[in-house]
Nanobody
Framework: QVQLVESGGGLVQPGGSLRLSCAAS????????MGWFRQAPGKQREQVAT???????NYADSVKGRFTISFDSAKNIVYLQMVSLKPEDTAVYYC????????????WGQGTRVTVSS
């Protein structure tokens, strides 16, 4: 088991930036991949960004060029740097780890809310 705790959300104006952090309770190297997801009000949860440990990343089309996923393996922290934020980025953001056994996103944090509004 692993616990994930997100932080860094908040209220930001359009065009602003935020960096989300996800702290894991143990080494993230025992998992297949890491990712960030989000769920906007009234919508289904969607994948935002994923990364393998080799650095292979994937981004949703809506965030390409604006969001960057990264990690600090020494601290067991996964980051999501977000710039040029838009009102449509408003959502609760969740980090997740993918099991190397099932290849499913089995481990989730509690989420951190991001609101983009003037």
């Amino acid at each position: 088991q692993v616990q994930l705790v997100e932080s860094g959300g908040g209220l930001v104006q359009p065009g602003g930036s935020l960096r989300l952090s996800c702290a894991a309770s143990r080494s993230i190297f025992s998992f297949d991949a890491m990712g960030w997801f989000r769920q906007a009000p009234g919508k289904q949860r969607e994948q935002v960004a994923t990364s393998s440990y080799s650095g292979h990343t994937n981004y949703a089309d809506s965030v390409k060029g604006r969001f960057t996923i990264s990690f600090d393996s020494a601290k067991n922290i996964v980051y999501l740097q977000m710039v040029s934020l838009k009102p449509e980025d408003t959502a609760v953001y969740y980090c997740s780890l993918r099991s190397e056994i099932s290849y499913l996103w089995e481990y989730w944090g509690q989420g951190t809310r991001v609101t983009v509004s003037s």
